[in-house]
Antibody, heavy 118, light 110 residues
Framework: QVQLVQSGAEVKKPGASVKVSCKAS????????INWVRQATGQGLEWMGW????????GYAQKFQGRVTITRNTSISTAYMELSSLRSEDTAVYYC???????????WGQGTLVTVSS | QSALTQPASVSGSPGQSITISCTGT?????????VSWYQQHPGKAPKLMIY???KRPSGVSNRFSGSKSGNTASLTISGLQAEDEADYYC??????????FGTGTKVTVL
């Protein structure tokens, strides 16, 4: 069965960077795009960007352009999302999700809480 | 890209039907049949309930159905049950080759 397992919670100071991992299993990693979605506490879902694990091609929401980088390591079926210049407003749960067809998030990871605090 | 517009809350009694709307523009909801709906219980990851406007993934109850008219998509839950109480989000592909989510709707079972 498809599984996306994310790395554990992180606490970062303002101005720092965070890198969240998402290990895929149960399917061929390079066959499906990975999307990243975040959710601030008590707020809605926010799409951040996507990556094609086969080509490495990426696309980002305008809001995060220049601050977010999505990469992958195909040898270990793992995708990464790095967010830089963190501020308190970036405190949120970050989810990876596997695309299927035109559906942005057919399968979801369990989420990773990133807390930004001085 | 602005979030798609959903009502903040919808409520209904057990057994009733409710409908949640999701309004966008011709550049997202109205331009593509690529609308999906997600259910999220507190502290849990979202779960896909409907994709491509009206298709149900395997294992999702047929009490959930989706439709679209113009720039507005809708999710209908029939035979409302206590376990349906959750937050619901719509999502759409956009003309910028990106995705956008809705503002979210809290469903309360009275």
């Amino acid at each position: 069965q498809v599984q996306l397992v994310q790395s554990g919670a992180e606490v970062k100071k303002p101005g720092a960077s965070v890198k969240v991992s998402c290990k895929a299993s149960g399917y061929t990693f390079t066959s499906y795009d990975i999307n990243w979605v975040r959710q601030a506490t008590g707020q809605g879902l926010e799409w951040m960007g996507w990556m094609n694990p086969n080509s490495g091609n990426t696309g980002y929401a305008q809001k995060f352009q220049g601050r977010v980088t999505i990469t992958r390591n195909t040898s270990i079926s793992t995708a990464y999302m790095e967010l830089s210049s963190l501020r308190s407003e970036d405190t949120a749960v970050y989810y990876c999700a596997r695309r299927r067809g035109t559906t942005v998030a057919y399968y979801w990871g369990q989420g990773t809480l990133v807390t930004v605090s001085s | 890209q602005s979030a798609l517009t959903q009502p903040a809350s919808v409520s209904g009694s057990p057994g009733q039907s409710i409908t949640i709307s999701c309004t966008g523009t011709s550049s997202d909801v109205g331009g593509y049949n690529y609308v999906s709906w997600y259910q999220q219980h507190p502290g849990k990851a979202p779960k896909l309930m409907i994709y491509d406007v009206s298709k149900r993934p395997s294992g999702v109850s047929n009490r959930f159905s989706g439709s679209k008219s113009g720039n507005t998509a809708s999710l209908t839950i029939s035979g409302l049950q206590a376990e349906d109480e959750a937050d619901y989000y719509c999502s759409s592909y956009t003309s910028s080759s990106t995705y956008v989510f809705g503002t979210g709707t809290k469903v309360t079972v009275l």
